[in-house]
């Protein structure tokens, strides 16, 4: 049965890679197979830790190549678990399982419950679930599900991530990593549970994913540059958001960031970028978003420099930021406001956003006037409205403003 089912999972991962990125696996390959249960791991309850390791360090210290590390179907408990690298060769990681954390004297810390680190040329991928046990539960620790820390030319394709007990997936100091077709969901309730979050990362691809979560769906944080966010369908949670920044002194700057064809449905947040108030100086530059639709969203576009959550800013909360934003784009962002605030860009007064634009904004909210706030943006930026007088300018307090606000 062993040799039948290797026979039957090397057509299968022939399937998955080709004709998607090239991650060393050549047509007709047959792949050297290292299923985890052949090392010792078990469905149920009990860690399977130990067996994933000894299988990932035979996988990874294949010389053959096109090496595989199968987790099959069935559901398996895995404590906190790092593969890390070099590799002779990357494995291809396929999950065709679920994976749960571990239970009894087995406990999860904050940072990160699945790690790959050091890596090139590595895809984790398969039919399989990463189910966090999250629940929405506030006294469990804010446990990443997925990590991806220093790798590069690397690809997370297909997964099924539920219930995370923090970020879903999380790209931190890595360069030329996609993430292509993934489910990701937990409750609109729970906290910290980002989707995808990236960090000091660059050349950073998000495709073609459905998310929704209790937080943002995708959040770019500082260090991030050459970020192309495309075919997302966010909702529940905060929206997509860039940041937050300026929490921490000496953020290196964010930049060069692109969400693009993505729909935004029934989220507290649209489109928003956010920075903390007294914060240390920092840049977020040439960021785009176009090609928006949105569907009953609150707040479909912010701008918010004084992003304060949970109260926990203490003697800074009236300082202005000092993160300055600049070169923003919202193009063809269309659909439905549950606010009547629909477009609110309030920057910080040291340091006014500079080169915000706003082309072919088509947002309705209700049989009501769509509403605006501007506070201290250089030149009042130009509203395409679907029809004449729909736009009306407001003051922060709520009230009429002129049109020519700063």
């Known amino acids: 049965m062993t040799t039948i089912r290797k026979v039957c999972f090397t057509l299968y991962l022939f399937a998955v890679v080709c004709g998607g990125h090239v991650h060393g696996i050549s047509n007709g390959a047959a792949a050297g197979v290292y299923d985890v249960t052949e090392y010792g791991a078990t469905p149920g309850s009990e860690d399977n830790k130990d067996a994933f ?9 294949s010389t053959a190549g096109n090496a595989t590390l199968l987790v099959p179907a069935g ?28 239970t ?43 990590e991806l820390d220093g790798v590069a030319n690397s690809t997370v394709r297909g997964l099924r991530f539920v219930d995370s007990r923090g970020f879903h997936v999380s790209v931190h100091r890595s360069s030329r990593v996609a993430a292509e077709g993934l489910h990701i969901h937990a409750p609109a309730t729970s906290r910290n549970t980002d989707g995808i979050h990236v960090g000091f990362s660059s050349h950073v691809r998000i495709t073609d994913s459905v998310i929704g ?71 977020a530059s040439n960021i785009t978003f176009e090609d928006i639709t949105m569907v009953d ?4 576009i912010v701008i ?6 949970h109260d926990r800013c203490g003697d800074d909360a009236d300082k202005p930021s000092l993160v300055q934003i600049s070169d923003v784009t919202f193009r063809r962002i269309e659909g439905t406001s549950s606010s009547k605030v629909a477009v609110q860009l309030l920057c910080s007064e ?25 506070a201290n943006v250089r030149g009042t930026p130009a509203l395409e409205a679907p029809a004449p007088g729909v736009w009306v300018p407001v003051n922060q307090d709520g009230r009429p403003a002129p049109s020519d606000t700063e």
Do not use: M
């Not at 790092?82 to 065709?96: Q, T, Y």
């Not at 969203?297 to 479909?300: R, T």
């Open 297 to 300: 969203v609150s707040n479909p």
């Open 75 to 102: 559901t398996f408990a895995v404590g906190a678990v790092e593969f890390s690298g070099p590799c002779k060769n990357a494995p291809v990681f396929v999950i065709d399982g679920v994976l749960r954390p571990c």
């Open 304 to 309: 918010d420099q004084s992003y304060c959550p």
């Open 213 to 283: 979560t209790g937080d943002d769906c995708v959040s770019v944080g500082p260090g991030s540059t050459d970020v192309v966010v495309t075919g997302v369908i966010c909702g529940p949670g905060h929206g997509i958001s860039v940041g937050s920044l300026g929490r921490e002194e000496g953020e290196e700057e964010v930049r060069g960031l692109v969400i693009r064809n993505c729909t935004v449905r029934g989220t507290t947040n649209g489109l928003r970028i956010k920075t903390w108030p007294g914060s240390p100086p920092g840049l």
């Open 104 to 146: 009894g004297g087995c406990r999860l810390s904050d940072d990160a419950w699945i790690t790959f680190s050091a890596l090139t040329n590595l895809l984790v991928t398969g039919a399989g679930t990463l189910d966090g046990q999250g629940g929405g539960e506030k006294n469990k620790p804010k446990t990443t599900t997925l």
């Open 350 to 374: 040291e340091r006014p956003c500079i080169g915000v634009r706003l082309d072919g904004v088509s947002l309705r909210c209700g049989d009501q006037p769509c509403h605006t706030q501007f």
């Open 53 to 61: 390791v000894a299988a990932w360090r035979a996988a990874c210290g």
